[in-house]
């Protein structure tokens, strides 16, 4: 599940969008481009990008962990990217591969609906955080059908808790969740269903 949900996440990203020129004899950042170079993420790499200011590589070895499904090696890497270098190098890269990480978490709550919901917020509001600050990059293009898949598969989520407690005899948070599909997800299937279900159930 993580393997497919990391390639799901990963699906028409290019990788790091520049590779900056490292001088011969810096010799702490030997074994990290050797790691990169190899696809390895552990914690090794980590530490030792933190050690240096190499903020290319931090971004190459962040791709390379999100790869790998190493959620908190691209948080470590990159969660404060922008205040630990000087003018760094593409931070709405940055930013893009933080937010891909959190959609990756969201992917991988697909059994847990009410996980799901609170990973799901926190990935559309990553992206939404990412549109506002980065409107010209080159990535938003990507960020609306991404928010959008989100926010259907969040609506399924709510459905199914709503069907969940209805079938549990529980027809109060039954309804309210059906009614609060009906107000927050018109727009998505999930919302259109609990509009349809709150139709054909109104109670007297």
Same mark, same amino acid.
């Given at each position: 599940?993580?393997?497919?949900?990391?390639?799901?996440?990963?699906?028409?990203?290019?990788?790091?969008?520049?590779?900056?020129?490292?001088?011969?004899?810096?010799?702490?950042?030997?074994?990290?481009?050797?790691?990169?170079?190899?696809?390895?993420?552990?914690?090794?790499?980590?530490?030792?990008?933190?050690?240096?200011?190499?903020?290319?590589?931090?971004?190459?070895? &962040?791709?390379?962990? @999100?790869?790998?499904? =190493? #959620?908190? +090696?691209? %948080?470590? !890497?990159?969660?404060?990217?922008?205040q *630990?270098?000087?003018?760094?190098?593409?931070?709405?890269?940055?930013?893009?591969?933080? &937010?891909?990480?959190? @959609?990756?978490?969201? =992917? #991988?709550? +697909?059994? %847990?609906? !009410?996980?799901?919901?609170?990973?799901? *917020?926190?990935?559309?509001?990553?992206?939404?955080?990412?549109?506002?600050?980065?409107?010209?990059?080159?990535?938003?293009n990507?960020?609306?059908?991404?928010?959008?898949?989100? !926010?259907?598969?969040?609506?399924?989520?709510?459905?199914?808790?709503?069907?969940?407690?209805?079938?549990?005899?529980?027809?109060?948070?039954g309804?309210?969740?059906?009614?609060?599909?009906?107000?927050?997800?018109?727009?998505?299937?999930?919302?259109?269903?609990?509009?349809?279900?709150?139709?054909?159930?109104?109670?007297?």
């Amino acid at each position: 599940m993580r393997v497919y949900a990391v390639l799901l996440v990963l699906a028409g990203l290019a990788g790091c969008a520049g590779t900056g020129s490292q001088s011969a004899d810096e010799a702490g950042l030997t074994d990290a481009r050797a790691k990169i170079s190899l696809g390895r993420c552990d914690d090794g790499l980590v530490a030792d990008l933190r050690r240096h200011k190499a903020p290319e590589l931090e971004q190459q070895a &962040a791709y390379v962990c @999100l790869q790998q499904g =190493e #959620l908190e +090696a691209v %948080e470590k !890497l990159l969660k404060d990217y922008s205040q *630990r270098h000087a003018s760094p190098p593409y931070p709405d890269y940055s930013a893009y591969l933080l &937010a891909l990480a959190q @959609l990756t978490r969201f =992917e #991988l709550s +697909a059994d %847990e609906p !009410l996980k799901r919901l609170q990973e799901g *917020r926190k990935a559309h509001t990553q992206f939404a955080e990412f549109v506002r600050s980065y409107p010209e990059s080159e990535y938003r293009n990507e960020v609306a059908p991404r928010m959008h898949a989100v !926010l259907e598969l969040m609506a399924q989520a709510e459905y199914q808790l709503a069907t969940q407690a209805l079938e549990q005899g529980d027809g109060q948070t039954g309804i309210a969740r059906m009614q609060y599909l009906n107000r927050s997800y018109s727009q998505t299937a999930a919302g259109r269903d609990a509009t349809t279900w709150l139709s054909n159930n109104q109670q007297d």
